[in-house]
């Protein structure tokens, strides 16, 4: 019986170990490829890249650090970008983690390679307390967003850091945290999250503070619901999000290069404009991992059209006798 | 909660940090929690109820209050309020912190009951010699391996480190490579195993599930195609350069919507998101239909029995 | 002069909800008319996914996603307190595998009342409802491992899930178990329409415990919860159809002076104030509409934007209140030192 299957009838069914070893294959291979696709970025990174790049250089930003190593592929790269601009900018910014009590270890790796890469290039170090303040991990998300919302020296007043000279104090006397009474006073609320901390940041701080997201794919749509209620300022979403702000770390948004070529324009909002990067790496792990991402979509869809035409050719088979 | 707002310095907790005094009050508070856990546990279920109950609707009750009373406005953090509604919205804005602590420290105590658990579970394995008892092991050998290394390495990091000489690797000693080993070195490249692991199974999932066998499969596979073309960004890059080489200058025809990342907005904006929202509206309800019901101990059978 | 105040709408509209919602449950429990639920083919097959495990000896497992113990989670030991109640008639080993402490203890406390009030405590087996770990990738390979090793027969997959639901979903279809499966998470309904038997939808999961129960109580609740949707779709309806017509309006005729008086309200709040009120800004027409050229109501200044929208005044936004003595240290961290 098993002889008389035909080439459609195994379409139908291939062994799943096959099409994972080829998977494995296809997807490793293009990692040892750093290529910069062009790409049309979407309008929601257009306006998360223009967002971030807006903000007033004297204002913080709070950074909430909601994913850990598991979603590494798309919010480290996320991660990576944003410490990249927040440093050119010379942007302070607090950094802590709602979802998870891994997340702070994790941002923590990410802010030392970053770190080691400026000092590489010849770039100042940035220092916690001065540049940047840590607050580690706060248990009962949504619970810590209510109180975010409502009284943010109660909520981190708790914490205290190390200053420059090694000792231990409240972390509102930092430079960071010294101008912020409220959450509103911050000049961006920035989430790069793999969960549903997303939900509760618009539900309980929407209206308080500007905020952007950098989100898994899988969140994507549900971020982008936020996003289209104006609730969000930008989204980046994704692997193809964290590709998006690079590629406009290069080369801007709606500016004119040397050539006198615009690279991404946004013809939805022509007055909106960003500049690239002055300092620092531009393309990073999104333009190591572009390829990649190409080759595993590219299979997923020919793994669905063979499976339908071998389908439809064993029906046709099955009529026929 | 009334005891954590007054003055710091009377305040029940409104120790130095680190200093032995506040030592001595958290271990008799956490001595206290269990004695009081373990009291609860003994209660008769006749006599857990109207506890159960009366606690949900306190917890609550606060909540709903919190949300129904006029928030006080512009308040500055030396303010002091001008009425009496402004007196309770300056309370219960303040309370509500202490509040999100109180469920913190709860849930502290849930995840010893849930250690022990685990624990009981493995031993049991391992005292029964069940075949598997292999990995029991491996667990409680992990367990107490990382909480012993994690507890020494904070410790030297908190305490002993004034200047941070352990953020380089060439000063760290036996916990701190054990830490990382054990965090940085297996944990958490497990974890991005298990993540990655999906993909795997995405692959297998839409090779199964996108087949045209009937008219919403076929719309749901049309769909999803598109997406998944529009998350490929070479590709819509060349197809979107191709229609707008095709296009007369100065205008502004139909073929520009056939730009895929024109279809693929579309898709998320008019038929996802709308789909999205519209079940978000569902399940919004019947969280507060669930909230209420548990609230006010309307439920019969399940939880609250 | 605002004779609203608009940011008590959502208040209202909340309230008029639990109202639905109360009134049904009421109405219900007098009990003269049994309200009808529609068919939900997913919690249909519950009972025959017992059965099949029932038949083969295999056990049931069930999963109350990993979120932490919420309406969600609440609700989903709800739905598995009524599958084991089932499965302890016929002795069909249950595992449920919890992710969260909270949910953990209340879990096995429910299931345990649930042996006890069949009279069958002697077939609870305190390891059946397991705390597996309370990290999302150590749970997910537990569950792996576990539904790998004990052949499970039918597995129930019902609650708050994020990536480890297809991890899930596609062990127990490589086992060949029947699976139910349900998420409040928009994000992980997909993977489980992909890659399992019978799904519940959005809010069937709520509606599931007063299909399989049938109590009054959570049918009322069910009930009142479609009215607060007819409401909520009629909403939709009338602002979509109210807000569409007022754009189609000329807003140009009364612009002049409204505008010179925004401008001028505007221009007289402080620098914070003005970036919350950034809608005022907004609405400041442009020239040309001053001059009386006639244009259309942008999607900003149509009536029911301004409700959902409200532009609170210079006054509102500041306050004058008297102040406390600054504390003697900063805060009274130090205090103690």
Sequence with gaps: MKQNRSVWDKLQGIDRRILYSILMVLTSVPLFITVALPVDPDPSSKDFYATLMAVPPDQTVFLQSDWTNSTRGENGGHMESIFRILMSKKQKFVIYSLADPQAPQVFRDVMLRINQERESQGLPRYKPWVDYVDLGFFANAEGTTVSIGNDVRQTFGSRRAKDETGVERNVFESPVLQPISKVGDAGLFLIVTASNTIDYAVQRLSGKVKMACACTGVIGPSALVYYQSKQLEGVAVGLKGVYDIEYMMNYGLNVQGADGKTMVSFSEKPTVTAPPLTEGTKFGRGSKYFASLHAALGLVILAVVLGNVGMFASRKKEKQS | MILAQLDPRLNFFGKAPYSLELWGYVTAVVVLGIALIVAMTKLPTRARKPLIWTSTFLAGGFYVLYWLWPQPVGRGPLDLPRNSVEAMSFWMSDAQVKVADVANILTAFLLCLGIYSLLRVHTNRILRKHEDRFFSWVLIASMFGMLVLGYIDWRQRTFLDKDGKLLEMANWGFAQFGKDLLFDGLFQQMDAAMFSMIAFFILSAAYRAFRIRSVEATVLMISALILIISIMGAVVYGWNNMITSMLPVDSAPVLNNFKISEIANWVRSTLQTPAIRAVEFGVGLGALAMGLRLWLGLEKGGVTV | ?337
């Design chain 3, 1 to 337: 002069m605002q004779w609203l105040d608009t940011g008590k709408i959502g208040i209202f509209v909340t309230l008029l909800m639990v109202a639905f919602i109360l009134f049904n449950i009421a109405r219900a429990r007098k009990g003269k008319k049994e309200l009808f639920i529609r068919r939900i083919p997913g919690l249909n097959a519950i009972d025959d996914a017992i059965g099949r495990a029932t038949e083969m000896g295999r056990p049931i497992f069930m999963v109350p996603g990993i979120g932490t113990l919420n309406a969600i989670s609440v609700q989903a030991v709800n739905i598995f307190a009524q599958v084991t109640k089932t499965a302890s008639q016929f002795a069909t080993p249950i595992r449920m595998c919890i992710a969260d402490a909270a949910v953990y203890t209340v879990a096995q406390e429910v299931i345990r009342d649930v042996y006890q009030r069949q009279g069958m405590l002697e077939r609870f087996d305190v390891d059946s409802v397991r705390f597996i770990s309370d990290r999302q990738f150590a749970f997910a390979a537990g569950v792996s491992g576990l539904l790998h090793r004990e052949k499970a027969a039918a597995t129930f997959l019902l609650g708050e899930f994020y990536a480890e639901s297809l991890i899930f979903a596609e062990t127990a279809n490589s086992i060949g178990a029947i699976q139910v499966a349900g998420s409040t998470q928009t994000s992980q309904t997909p993977f489980f329409v992909a890659a399992c038997d019978y799904v519940l939808l959005g809010d069937e999961f709520y509606a599931a415990s007063a299909y399989l129960t049938r109590e009054p109580v959570l049918v009322g609740s069910l009930v009142g919860q479609d009215w607060c949707k007819i409401m909520i779709t009629a909403a939709v309806f009338l602002g979509a159809l109210f807000h569409g017509v007022e754009r189609s309006q000329v807003a140009a005729f009364e612009w002049a002076p409204y505008a010179e008086a925004n401008e001028a309200a505007f221009s007289a709040l402080s620098d914070d104030a003005k970036e919350k009120v950034a809608d005022v800004q907004v609405q400041v027409p442009s020239s040309a509409e001053r001059q009386g050229i006639q244009a259309l109501k942008k999607g900003n200044e149509t009536m029911l934007y301004r409700i959902f929208n409200p532009n609170p005044s210079a006054e509102d936004l500041v306050i004058e209140r008297e102040k406390k003595p600054p504390p003697p240290a900063a805060e009274g961290e130090e205090g103690g030192e």
